[in-house]
């Protein structure tokens, strides 16, 4: 299901910059650690799902995944850097092409997101495949989201050029989460931190939705007053806790997996 990227006419651009800071390699690392406890999570589609991130210094910049690689292959060294017109300017092999097309648009489009990550992960896709809006408020952890997520309803079939990126991100608008109907979801976030954890806790809120809607009785959502308020309270926190969050995985990592920092 993966499909590769026409390459850009013209040759990359020189840049006489610093693409080997320890804040880049910093970002090389993380970003491989959420890929490979994406991995172990099952959140991953063989190879066909895609984590970016901004260049740290480097705002026109991303780091993204390889074609051909699954998350749990990725290493620091194997992820590229790409510029927004298709160049890949460090790393060895090129990315996948909806990978660019859907990163490459929002990360443009949408300076704040500092990192994207898009998933095709069971229980969240799930959610896109159903009627109405994806979460009901019915559990604390979907609180986490509240007020944050949008649905984009036209599913137009793979993202193979600019356009689809431009109209995905634009359906995105100010929201963190976009569930993307029929295909999965796309979460955003300042940083990688955060990103790996809502895209984990999506999950997590998703998955427990779907097992007390498969009991066949009626949910009870929280009343809208106390979900805001959660929410508001979550948010506060989520910074310093999602920071500990990504350590605790790179901890985890370095037991059982340490070669993500290579």
């Known amino acids: 299901m993966a499909h590769e990227m026409q390459k850009p006419a013209a040759p990359a651009p020189l840049r006489n910059v610093d693409l080997g800071t320890d804040a880049i390699q910093l970002a090389r690392v993380d970003l491989a650690a959420t890929l490979r406890m994406a991995a172990r999570y099952g959140l991953e589609e063989g190879i066909c799902n ?13 780091l993204v995944n390889r074609l051909g690689d699954a ?32 990163h490459a648009r929002l990360h443009k489009r949408h300076p ?36 944050r997520t949008v649905v984009d309803e036209a599913y137009n079939g793979l993202a193979l050029d600019n356009a689809e990126g431009d109209r995905i991100a634009e359906a995105m608008g100010e929201a963190d989460i976009v569930f993307m109907r029929n295909h999965g979801v796309m979460v955003c976030a300042p940083n990688i931190a955060e990103a790996w954890d809502d895209l984990y806790y999506l999950e997590r ?10 009991s066949g009785r009626p949910l009870i959502p929280v009343a809208k007053e106390l979900a805001e308020r ?29 070669g993500f920092r290579d």
């Open 50 to 62: 895609h984590f970016s991130a901004v260049v740290p210094g480097h705002p026109d910049l991303f």
């Open 71 to 102: 998350f749990a292959e990725a290493r620091a060294s194997s992820l590229l850097i790409c510029d927004f017109d298709g160049h890949v300017l460090q790393g060895d092999g090129e990315p996948e092409a909806t990978a660019f097309y859907i």
């Open 230 to 258: 959660t929410a508001r309270l979550m948010r506060e926190g989520d910074p310093e806790s999602a920071r500990m969050h990504l350590e605790s995985i790179k901890r985890q990592l370095d037991l059982t997996s340490p």
């Open 205 to 214: 809120a998703a998955e427990v939705q779907l097992k007390a809607m498969s």
């Open 112 to 147: 704040r997101v500092g990192a994207a990550f898009h998933t095709h992960m069971p229980n969240a896709t799930a959610l896109t495949m159903i009627e109405g809006e994806p979460l009901v408020w019915a559990g604390q952890t979907a609180l986490k989201f509240y007020g």
